[in-house]
């Protein structure tokens, strides 16, 4: 079982949708959680990270984590073109190793 | 702007030919770190380091090393690149302790293709 999962997609979804991201997660020690934005041949950037359970919103952007289910979400309201990228879903192990998911890929079409 | 730089972003290079990749950051961060991406595929770490501390991965094939002459700079060095090599590699870097530490940055990649 990997330590982090993600649904690779792609999902498409018209400009102006709600688009919800998810991924789960194997370790329940797992304490931060992060969001990464790959555009196409680019490195990744860090989007939001959040420590144990809880929401974080910056603007459009809501991060979500619950721990008694080892989920994490992520929400983008009013989706723009823009945000057409792939989105990684990471933690940090025990040995301070960060662990990816396999990015979904999303495409916002206007 | 402080960033983290990799050049070439784009290499060719044929079966078996050794090849570099370099990285170079203007963050000042103690931790500089390798990656392999391949396509649709989550990074994968390959090692790491932790100022001139170099820590290799369990399953990072020998075929790949890595060089660190300073604080700024890091190679990757693959001696005998394999058709299974073709990939993004990305550079990153991060600096544990401060505010933000589990922040890595990375750089914007090199496209490996082996011919």
């Known amino acids: 079982q990997k330590e982090v999962e993600q649904d690779p997609g792609p999902l498409s979804v018209p400009e102006g949708a709600i688009v919800s991201l998810n991924c789960t997660y194997s370790n329940s020690a797992f304490q931060y959680f992060m969001w990464y934005r790959q555009y196409s041949r680019k490195g990744p950037e860090l989007l939001m990270y959040t420590y144990s359970s809880g929401n974080k919103e910056d603007g459009r952007f809501t991060a979500q984590v619950d721990k008694s289910s080892k989920y994490i979400s992520l929400f983008i309201r009013d989706s723009q073109p823009s945000d057409s990228a792939t989105y990684l879903c990471?933690?940090?192990?025990?040995?301070?190793?960060?662990?990816f998911g396999q990015g979904t890929e999303l495409s916002v079409k206007p | 702007d402080a960033m983290v730089i990799q050049n070439p972003r784009y290499q060719v290079t044929q079966f078996g030919k050794p090849v570099t990749l370099s990285c170079s950051q203007t963050?000042?961060?103690?931790?500089m770190y390798w990656y392999q991406q391949k396509s649709s595929q989550a990074p994968k770490l390959l090692f790491h380091y932790y100022d001139k501390d170099f820590n290799n991965e369990a399953d990072t094939p020998d075929n790949f090393q890595s060089r660190r002459p300073n604080t700024s700079f890091c190679f990757l060095d693959i001696r005998s690149p394999g058709l299974g090599d073709a990939a993004m590699y990305l550079c990153?870097?991060?600096?544990?302790?401060?505010?933000?530490?589990?922040?890595?940055?990375f750089g914007p990649g090199t496209r490996l293709t082996v011919l």
């Open positions: 990153a870097t991060s600096s544990p302790g401060l505010a933000g530490a589990y922040e890595q940055f």
């Open positions: 963050l000042n961060h103690n931790v």
């Open positions: 990471a933690s940090y192990n025990q040995g301070g190793k960060l662990i």
